[in-house]
């Protein structure tokens, strides 16, 4: 048989191909198989450096075979009508070329896999498919070969079907590959389904997100992206390279310095990462001589992932635009006019509700009934269980608007308030009988003053102010707590006046300000330091990042318009000047976060959320304008207030259980009613006080604002030293201010339950009081299910604890009814 | 080994929340995920902090300097140690007397002479007590977690019925109460990683086992009357509301501790009397004892104290030679046993034990050298009393640590302090910064692990830029 030079070229090109595939086998078998290469110990052979250098070409090389190959299955496919096609010859010279290319790749592969930490199930995998590829690859070229020397159409279609398998074992072994390198979930992560997304909640900078959208960016995300890239640069690198300390000749905290660049050129070149010095720094092992930042420790991934996307987005800097970046919110007072309702719902609240249930679709459900009323609302104004008697009569009590007037009632109970609200005021105001700071002169305590204050209903303006600009008797919340020695510049006392008013009477976080400029906000360094001028004696030098700068500024209210200060006027008359300014009647700050924070307390969630950022948007801003206003117009009168809010139908909503807690915080929250609360500390201690035993004595009280505890026979939980009990069930060590408890149980917490001395003590000492008054096991199980639970045993609870108590009750079956029903959620939880 | 299958998967994904106060009664730890980069291998699962309350002098106990003895009419700054020197099974290491069994261990472990605590101005136990427990210096704008809080926030227990922080020894009834309270908190990681305190080892079975006088049988019932009752109160209304799940678990978990077999190990009267009596010197002494049954049970993080009350114990501010061997006494044969029988269990490969205190002491020196501080202890030149031969004023710039297992390289000393007064650390000095991230590093806890609060990152050393001291492993 005769062979043209063309075949013969063509056969000996298929020996070195097969010549090849045999160097590919002998590799597999020389370097440990390849079922568990990776897990084998490298031997010296297999570290050698050509051999290194020559695997690490490996991802370089496999694109090749799939650029080429692939390309050529297209082409296959778009001619697939026409064999004989024009592009017959680079279809052919593709084909060819994939094959080589994938061989060489395959060859670089095996040597590279001796060397990398690679999970060794994946990698088999990617190795057994790129061997498939490889054949499937020599075939096709034999194959087609075969067509084009010896014409064999019939052929053809083995021939394309073998390519299109070879392409798509390809692509399959590119997919390992590639999760060898990126990992497994390189690709799902960002897919919103998967377990792994990586999208975050609300507020949080989320990079995915931005990189599945179009190329152009909105301006709000150029801002929103801007200030992550901010907030990176300012924790890693502004130690070095800002005001204060500019290494290298390098500011990045200020634009023009940042595309200014530093002794050696710019560091940022908009849109091209790779040629940007400060991403090939930041990029480098952190042992390289260039590498940053220089101190501290390697920027993380996903920081790195960050500044890479800027600069590819053409390193926005949203300077001017910045008043748009942070939602802020209106600082003006508004009076919205009440919208129209049905005529039975004259409570203006209800008219807002009305409103955005109208807008939401939803329609108003029926109000609790009067047990579930009044026990929440005792709880809610007085902090006490209503008793037994007073459900009896309140039940029967015939007057269509007794709701109202029991609320009055509760609401002039005014020992019963002020030791209630006392609990949330010494958390905000963080103020306590016992804490750091006392015994060395370095913080006073204003219980007595806020204990009156709170009684006699002493105007909310004039509450602020006298906290403000202090008597001796109130001077405790601004005064901070002074520790001996030498504290961090944003933890002084002035300073410390500034972040808790800021925080408790403002809604605003000044923490992050008092120490450099805000990424959260647009509040500068500077701010902070002017509005703690007011509480010092002389301007404080400004400090960055605890480093002092030399430099200060005067005594400034946060927002301007609403009043200067005197800077050099001494700091009593700072103090009294901020006072006024700050009840301002135009300050509507003020006074939407206060009925915000009463509204929280009372609806187990704020119309702002959380309470202490009251730049968030309000489910209803209508309502909390309406409600800010007409409270500042009604003298400031906080139980004026909690009567409005109390006496509406939308508190008196049925209550709202929640599953996620989480998902009560996010902006989108829809309104449907009062949320659960779980009893605090003092509330579940005075409850179990009212029905039990005492928890407290007299002995036990810090303060004693009455001569005798009202009428009942123990002490109220706010009014005792902190102890072991209550702070397991949340009453905060009153160190730094606190807005809010945790309603979570805990084991920590459940073990003082279940086996704390102090509760039990009191359980038994309860159970021996109950046996002699209630006698028969009838008797008792009548009583705790009525006192604790404001109703009656059902037939099933009865059997169960009369099968406990039997006919006539022991102590410790009194004592462990008692525990069972305290701990029950029907106890604990204000529905 | 005790597995940790309940093990908090600690690698995140960087979610990052804020935690701000919440109306709707949040729990914080809800809002949080850690943030961290990287996974590191861990060489410990369990840690005990033998922590010295009060000021340890180095020169009078790890670290000896020259000796010179009690004589009337001395001066006060000829005298650097008040003890002689011992061997310790290193050579050419000593201890100070009384610290023999301790110094015959010392093949076990790593001595570190260079200690350095931080400059905050007054030198006060109370802020450098903070300070050590939290890596941050007090006063701070948020509630700093204690580092047991953190490891319980990242890890988790590793018998989930033994609480992951346990604090042993430290009642909050002898003064400075409050200052002990601020760092004995999970500030901001909320309540649920705070530390289970047990004041009094002795009477350590009290807490965990059922409410006094009451029998077993009558636990078990009252527990079943409680979940009967609850499964028939009014539920349809309540449906399955957080509260009420996250009361209910935790009731059941508090329910399965106490009275799991695991409970035994808070019971001292269960050990043999031989091996009672080494550990009795006193509550310090009964705490190294318990620490070790713990930790055979599955313990995440304990810290034993020699307890801090003003002005007693280590905190001499007189009588300082006298009480010193009244000190070693309490440490030295719990400490030495507790390391062998760690050893002979097995359980010291994977146990770092610390023996730290917040800063030292020397007869002239107050806080650094260079320095001199408001109201430090009065010190006659010429001693005349032998209640002024100790030391007594508080010297922040060397001291020593001890540190055993968890990876932690046997048979060696890190560090030194001068031989002549000031003896200041003058070879490696090593910060809390430093000495927190290697307890962390040893555990497999990323080096930049934190959390948003209120919107800023608050790491566990602060900026995250503690340095891991890698030397000081295997």
Known sequence: ?831 | MYTSWNRRDFLRKSSAATIAAFAAGVPLTNSLSSCNSKKINSSADTVILLWMAGGMSHTDTFDPKKFTPFSKGMMANDVLSTFQSVPTALDGVYFSEGLGSIGKIMDKGTLIRSYVAADMGHILHSRHQYHWHTCYKPPQSVSAPHIGSWIAKELGAVNPVIPAFIDIGQRFTLGEEEELKAFHTAGFLGNEFGPFMIPDPSAGLESVKPPVGMSINRFEKRNQLYNELMSNSATGEFGSDYQKESLRRSMEQAYILLKSPEAAAFDLNNEPKESYDIYNTGKFGLGCLMARRLTEKGARFISVTTEYEPFKNWDTHDNGHTRLVDMKKQIDGPVARLIKDLERSGHLDRTLVILASEFSRDMMVEGRPDLKVEEQVNQPDIIQDIKNYGMHRHFTDGGSILMFGGGIKKGNVYGKTADERPCKTVEKPIMVEQVHQTIYHALGIAEDTHYLVEKRPFYTTPDGLGKVELELFK
Request: aromatic share 10%; hydrophobic share 40%; net charge positive.
């Open chain 1, 1 to 831: 048989m005769k062979i043209s030079t063309k075949k013969l070229f063509l056969r000996k090109k298929a020996l070195v191909v097969i010549g090849m595939i045999g160097v590919i086998w002998l590799l597999q078998l020389t370097f440990s198989g390849f079922v568990q290469p990776a897990s084998a110990t490298p031997t010296a052979s297999n570290n050698f450096w050509l051999w290194q250098f020559f695997g690490r070409l490996h991802p370089l090389a496999v694109h090749f075979p799939l650029g080429l190959l692939l390309f050529a299955a297209i082409l296959e496919l778009i001619t697939i009508r026409n064999f004989s096609s024009h592009l017959r010859p680079g279809i052919n010279l593709l084909v060819i070329a994939g094959v080589i290319a994938s061989i060489f790749s395959a060859v670089l592969g095996l040597l590279l896999s001796r060397q990398g930490d690679y999970g060794k199930d994946l990698l088999g995998l990617h190795q057994w498919v790129g061997i498939a590829t490889v054949l499937s690859g020599v075939i096709t070229w034999f194959l087609l070969n075969r067509i084009l020397v010896t014409k064999k159409i019939s052929l053809i279609k083995y021939y394309r079907g073998i390519l299109f398998f070879c392409a798509a074992v390809l692509s399959v072994t590119g997919h390992f590959g590639a999760s060898l390198t990126h990992g497994k979930d390189y690709l799902s992560a960002t897919l919103p389904w998967s377990a792994d997304y990586t999208g975050t909640k609300a507020g949080d900078f989320n990079l995915s997100s931005f990189k599945n959208d179009t190329a152009q960016l909105t301006k709000k995300q150029e801002a929103e992206l801007n200030v992550a890239v901010r907030a990176i640069l300012a924790h890693n690198c502004y130690k070095c390279h800002s005001a204060e300390k500019i290494k290298g000749d390098l500011r990045l905290d200020r634009k023009d310095m940042i595309f200014k660049g530093g002794e050696n050129g710019p560091v940022v070149i908009p849109g091209n990462p790779g040629e940007s010095e400060i991403f090939r720094r930041i990029t480098l092992p952190a042992n390289h001589k260039d590498a940053m930042p220089s101190k501290g420790k390697k920027l993380a991934d996903a920081d790195i992932a960050v500044i890479n996307f800027w600069i590819q987005k053409g390193a926005p800097w949203t300077e001017g635009v910045e008043k748009n970046i942070f939602r802020v919110a209106e600082l003006q007072p508004r009076n919205p006019p009440l919208p129209l309702a049905p005529e039975n719902l004259t409570n203006p609240l209800d008219k807002w509700t009305n409103q955005y249930f109208i807008k939401n679709k939803m329609s108003w459900p029926q109000v609790v009934d009067d047990r579930t009323f009044l026990r929440r609302v005792s709880l809610d104004l007085i902090g006490m269980l209503p008793k037994q008697e007073e459900v009896d009569t309140f039940i029967k009590d015939n007057r269509a608007d007794k709701r109202a007037l029991w609320i009055k009632q509760l609401l002039n109970r005014q020992d019963d308030y002020a030791t209630h609200w006392l609990s949330f005021w010494n958390d905000a105001l963080r103020n306590d009988y016992t804490g750091t700071g006392y015994i060395t002169g370095g913080r006073y305590e204003i219980t007595d003053w806020l204990y009156k204050s709170i009684r006699s209903n002493k105007p909310y303006n004039e509450f602020v102010k006298e906290l403000i600009s202090p008597t001796k008797a109130s001077k405790g919340f601004i005064e901070g707590i002074k520790w001996r020695g030498v504290v961090n510049a944003s933890q002084r006392t002035e300073m410390q006046a500034a972040q808790n008013i800021s925080q408790v009477f403002l809604g605003l976080n000044l923490k992050c300000t008092s120490c450099h400029n805000s990424f959260i906000s647009d509040w500068k360094l500077n701010d902070a330091y002017a509005f703690a001028n007011i509480f010092a004696d002389s301007s404080l030098e400004i400090n960055r990042c605890d480093k002092p700068t030399g430099k200060y500024t005067n005594a400034r209210m946060l927002w301007k318009e609403l009043g200067t200060i005197d800077s050099s006027a001494k700091k009593s008359i700072k103090r009294a000047q901020l006072a006024d300014i700050i009840i301002k009647p135009s300050n509507g700050r003020l006074y939407r976060t206060i009925v915000n924070r009463i509204w929280a307390q009372i609806m187990g969630r704020g119309i702002v959320e959380p309470v202490d950022v009251m730049d968030n948007e309000p489910w209803s801003q209508d309502l909390l304008d309406w409600m800010a206003f007409n409270f500042q117009q009604n003298k400031s009168d906080i139980k004026e207030l909690l009567y409005l809010i109390t006496t509406s139908n939308t508190y008196q909503l049925p209550s709202v259980g929640f599953k996620d807690p989480n998902k009560i915080i996010l902006q989108d929250y829809k309104f449907t009613g009062m949320l659960r609360k779980r009893m605090s500390a003092e509330q579940f201690a005075d409850a179990a006080g009212t029905i039990i035993a005492p928890l407290f004595y007299d002995s036990m009280v810090m303060y004693k604002p009455f001569p005798k505890m009202g009428d009942y026979h123990f002490a109220r939980a706010s009014l005792v030293i902190n102890n072991s009990f209550l702070t397991a069930l949340g009453r905060p060590n009153r160190e730094t201010t606190s807005t809010g408890r945790e309603s979570q149980a805990n084991l920590l917490q459940a073990l003082e339950l279940t086996n704390g001395e102090r509760f039990n003590s009191m359980i038994g000492r309860g159970a021996i009081t109950w046996q002699k008054k209630y006698v028969t096991s009838d008797r008792v199980i009548k009583e705790i299910y009525s006192q604790a639970l404001g109703r009656d045993a059902q037939p099933k609870e009865y059997q169960i604890a009369k099968k406990l108590l039997g006919d006539t009750p022991a102590i410790d079956g009194i004592q462990d009814l008692f525990w069972s029903i305290l701990l029950l959620p029907e106890f604990q939880i204000i529905y």
